[in-house]
């Protein structure tokens, strides 16, 4: 069964970092794209960033350029999302996702992890 | 970057059939697959449709897609409703390296 479990949310001041992780099971994690999708609450969905099998491509929504980072560990099949400089609106469920790059398609889901940024 | 607008809201009875539009305002639908996907309160999206009008396993065929070029939209359309089918529903679809989600539609049976 494919699964992924993240982990790393929390409460974080405002300019404050948190580093998300993601932890992927039940494929060969180092075939696919991997993605970061979030959703403030009672919002809709918001994709964040993408990152290529080897993580020679990475892509991301306009509004975190520079300040959030996709990475992955293909030896730990782990997915991870390096946020700095947060703000008040990047308060969110995480989620992360398995890329199908080939559809652009989001399957599945992780539970997600809820980062809040208050001070 | 382009726009997937969604209604806010529908609802429907139990066995009716409802249709949930997905807008892009550019760029031609056809070009790029549309997703749906569902999320019930508390729980992460599923996949109900993806390329368009494919359903993974599992997923009833009381959910079918399609798109229309002509009014350059998406629709998702859930027959024989059941009380199980409430939910949020987005579409999603893309643009070179650019993800981007419909508003989401809240589906009420009542």
């Known amino acids: 069964e494919v699964q992924l479990v993240e982990s790393g949310g929390g409460l974080v001041q405002p300019g404050g970092s948190l580093r998300l992780s993601c932890a992927a099971s039940?494929?060969?994690?180092?075939?696919?794209?991997m993605s970061w999708v979030r959703q403030a609450p009672g919002k809709g969905l918001e994709w964040v960033a993408n990152?290529?099998?080897?993580?020679?491509?990475?892509y991301y929504v306009d509004s975190v350029k520079g300040r959030f980072t996709i990475s992955r560990d293909n030896a730990k099949n782990s997915l991870y999302l390096q946020m700095n400089s947060l703000r008040a609106e990047d308060t969110a469920m995480y989620y992360c996702?398995?890329?199908?790059?080939?559809?652009?398609?989001?399957?599945?889901w992780g539970q997600g992890t809820l980062v809040t940024v208050s001070s | 970057n382009f726009m997937l607008t969604q209604p806010h809201s529908v609802s429907e009875s139990p066995g009716k059939t409802v249709t949930i539009s997905c807008s892009r305002s550019?760029?031609?639908?056809?070009?790029?697959?549309v997703q749906w996907y569902q999320q019930r309160p508390g729980s992460a999206p599923t996949t109900v449709i993806y390329e368009d009008n494919q359903r993974p396993s599992g997923v009833p065929d009381r959910f079918s897609g399609s798109i229309d070029s002509s009014s350059n939209s998406a629709s998702l359309t859930i027959s024989g409703l059941k009380t199980e089918d409430e939910a949020d529903y987005y579409c999603q679809s893309y643009d070179s390296s650019n993800q981007v989600f419909g508003g989401g539609t809240k589906l009420t049976v009542l």
């Open positions: 550019s760029g031609s639908i056809a070009s790029n697959y």
């Open positions: 990152i290529k099998q080897d993580g020679s491509e990475k």
């Open positions: 039940g494929f060969t994690f180092s075939s696919y794209w």
């Open positions: 996702a398995r890329f199908l790059e080939w559809a652009n398609w989001f399957d599945p």
